[in-house]
């Protein structure tokens, strides 16, 4: 019998969640994701020194501050892994604009800008962006200007409906911080059936496929196999290599839960102004405390990217 990872790539589009290009071409996935967090640790490793003497050369050269040459870091790593996956590959905008419309349209356009200047068309990239109310109309925006968007830091049905209504090609709900909110507030033990996370994709799913959501389901974050398993058929997963490495192990029988032809009950359509959205938000605990943690980690690990590339510009001088 084929691998459990083989069986999920018959029913869903697997994704990498990592920046170790060496795990990725392990798994032969067909698209990959970043983050801030995934590029800090990769760029530390030696395999990856080149993609950040690139950088800081470039910034020696241009006189570039460390901002704009870690920018430039997260694109040669986006722009390597083009050339190992298939499909496409997220970048991640600067999490500190998430509450800020026009600066995260400028900086993902920024950021198309610099693939396109090394050959990598817009079609391959998905621009990540947080989803506060504001990633939503920016992302709304770069939509209509043919930047395809990854809605990320996902945790509740309202953001899900905001991206809906954005027309996000794609939104990242994150399984693994649901449960992990979950478990700390005290619930559980749960497992793969009602695991908050698995029941909050499949909440999202049937509502975007009940009412003809284009935007792709992404399930990402997940803490172990069986909440992957319990979302097989899902539009995307995006997978860890420790947890691909398990699926890839495992010869067992793997069922498909999820069907865009009986997708199951869907939640009623909502229907979302600013105030709206903003108010369902604040009445959900978990995905306003999650999103407000998963910007302020984003952030810092950014800010921690940068003060590296700054020691680095700074012994280079």
Request: net charge negative; aromatic share 6%; proline share 7%.
């Given at each position: 019998m084929p691998s459990k990872l083989d069986q999920l790539r018959a029913m869903t589009v697997v994704v990498a969640d990592s920046g170790d290009m060496d795990s990725i071409r392990a798994f032969h996935p067909a698209e990959s994701t970043t983050n801030p967090t995934l590029i800090l640790k990769a760029a530390q490793l030696p395999a990856y020194a080149h993609l950040v003497d690139e950088a800081i050369h470039w910034g020696r050269k241009a006189g570039a501050p460390p901002n704009a040459v870690a920018d430039r870091l997260l694109v040669n790593f986006g722009a390597e892994l083009t050339r190992i996956v298939?499909?496409?590959v997220s970048t991640e905008v600067d999490a500190t604009l998430s509450f800020?419309?026009?600066?995260?349209?400028?900086k993902a356009r920024a950021i198309i800008?610099?693939?396109?200047?090394?050959?990598?068309?817009?079609?391959?990239?998905?621009?990540?962006?947080?989803?506060?109310?504001?990633?939503?109309?920016?992302?709304?925006?770069?939509?209509?200007?043919?930047?395809?968007?990854?809605m990320t830091l996902l945790f509740s049905l309202a953001q899900a409906a905001a991206a809906a209504d954005a027309r996000a090609?794609?939104?990242?709900?994150?399984?693994?911080?649901?449960?992990?909110?979950?478990?700390?507030?005290?619930?559980?033990?749960?497992?793969?059936?009602?695991?908050?996370g698995v029941l909050s994709v499949r909440a999202i799913y049937a509502y975007y496929k009940t009412y003809g959501v284009p935007t792709v389901v992404m399930g990402a974050s997940f803490r172990n196999v069986g909440e992957i398993e319990a979302l097989a058929g899902c539009?995307?997963?995006?997978?860890?290599?420790?947890?691909?490495?398990?699926?890839?192990?495992?010869?067992?029988?793997?069922?498909?839960?999820?069907?865009?032809?009986?997708?199951?009950?869907a939640p009623p359509r909502l229907n979302l102004d600013e105030k709206r959205f903003r108010w369902l938000l604040n009445e959900d605990a978990m995905a306003t405390e999650k999103l407000a943690e998963g910007i302020r980690l984003f952030a810092r690990d950014l800010a921690t990217l940068r003060e590296l590339v700054g020691k680095r510009l700074a012994l280079a001088a």
């Open positions: 298939p499909g496409h800020d419309v026009a600066c995260t349209i400028e800008a610099a693939y396109e200047e090394r050959g990598v068309g817009r079609e391959r990239i998905l621009i990540k962006v947080a989803s506060t109310w504001e990633g939503a109309q920016a992302a709304k925006a770069l939509q209509r200007d043919g930047i395809d968007c990854n090609f794609l939104v990242s709900p994150f399984v693994g911080r649901i449960l992990d909110w979950h478990v700390k507030a005290g619930g559980g033990p749960y497992v793969a059936e009602t695991d908050p539009d995307r997963l995006t997978i860890s290599p420790q947890l691909l490495d398990e699926l890839a192990r495992d010869q067992g029988e793997l069922e498909r839960r999820l069907t865009p032809d009986a997708p199951g009950a």
